[in-house]
């Protein structure tokens, strides 16, 4: 999986990453302000970035916990241009199907490569500027809005370069569709090329890639998929005062009220159980006809009624 780390679409699951084709050597000088709250969160990432759908279990952990200390501001970072490269055993998208399937077993979240084998896409530009487009409506819709598009890349197989699915997943989320068309036509573009060029002020290399920052821009960055632990330690570093927010589960719907769809992996995470555990209740709940469920060869995605 990492015979060459220079390969966007061969994400290293050693190192939890998916590295750009070449970036040149650039001088870090970038800055991060906070804004509302005590620490801020850039976390770059790109919808079709297998190594961000693995922290996504970490990452809701840490909004459920820390979130009254914490924004992040999402930034898109462009991992697959296009296909002008032939590196690493990777010339074309057909290429990418079993490494994908690698990369599920790995992360243990459901990911169906087959999307490279029946409906490619040509570039994740179209779904960066979208999401881009959603931020300047919503900021808290464009998060529901890029999850979805991961659900339906990842479990649906759809490609999310295409405007017709990016709609679909818009309607979703609560995006006025005609407002999310015209900005995706107009500024998002832009936008997105603002969010590449900070991203070289900042060394990025990669995705994710998480730049922990204070009001005294004491900066700390987790690069690639990293344990919970890793992710909260580095909140604590730069604001020791943080209190952490248990989350209580009399009842094992009521994670569902704030996420609607959950895998194992990040029930498991969220609630401090093991994964089979998790699958266990899970399952219990879809039997008794209190979830709905969608599988994949390679796991299953759970969601209310």
């Known amino acids: 999986m990492n015979q060459n780390k220079t390969n966007p679409l061969l994400c290293d699951p050693v190192t939890g990453t998916c590295e750009m084709p070449a970036v040149e050597e650039l001088n870090k000088n970038g800055s991060i302000t906070t804004e509302n709250k005590p620490v801020k969160i850039v976390y770059y990432t790109d919808p079709i970035c297998s190594s961000c759908w693995g922290i996504e279990p970490q990452l809701r952990k840490l909004k459920l916990e820390y979130g009254a200390y914490i924004d992040i501001d999402y930034r898109m970072g462009g991992l697959l241009p296009d296909w002008s490269y032939n590196s690493g055993g990777i010339s074309k998208p057909a290429d990418v199907a079993h490494h994908w399937d690698e990369a599920s077993l790995h992360y243990q979240m459901p990911i169906d490569g087959n999307v490279w084998l029946e409906d490619p896409m040509d570039s994740s530009y179209p779904s960066c500027i979208a999401v881009k ?158 979830l709905d469920k969608k599988s994949i060869k390679n796991g299953s995605l759970y969601s209310r009624k």
Do not use: C
């Open 133 to 290: 487009a959603a931020q300047i409506q919503d900021k808290d819709k464009a998060v529901k809005f890029m999850r979805i598009l991961r659900e339906k890349l990842y479990l649906e197989k759809k490609n999310i370069a295409k405007w017709k699915n990016i709609a679909q997943a818009a309607q979703l989320s609560g995006l006025d569709l005609n407002q999310l068309k015209t900005d995706y036509d107009d500024n998002a573009e832009n936008l997105f090329k603002d969010d590449l060029n900070y991203a070289k002020t900042l060394g990025v290399r990669g995705f994710p890639t998480l730049f922990f920052s204070d009001a005294s821009n004491n900066q700390l960055t987790l690069y690639g998929s990293k344990p919970y632990v890793s992710y909260e330690n580095a909140l604590l570093a730069l604001y020791p005062e943080a209190k952490k927010k248990h989350f209580i589960n009399e009842n094992p719907l009521s994670l569902f009220e704030i996420y609607p769809t959950l895998a194992p992996k990040e029930y498991a995470v969220i609630l401090d159980t093991s994964y089979a555990e998790a699958s266990a209740i899970l399952e219990q709940l879809f039997e008794q006809g209190k």
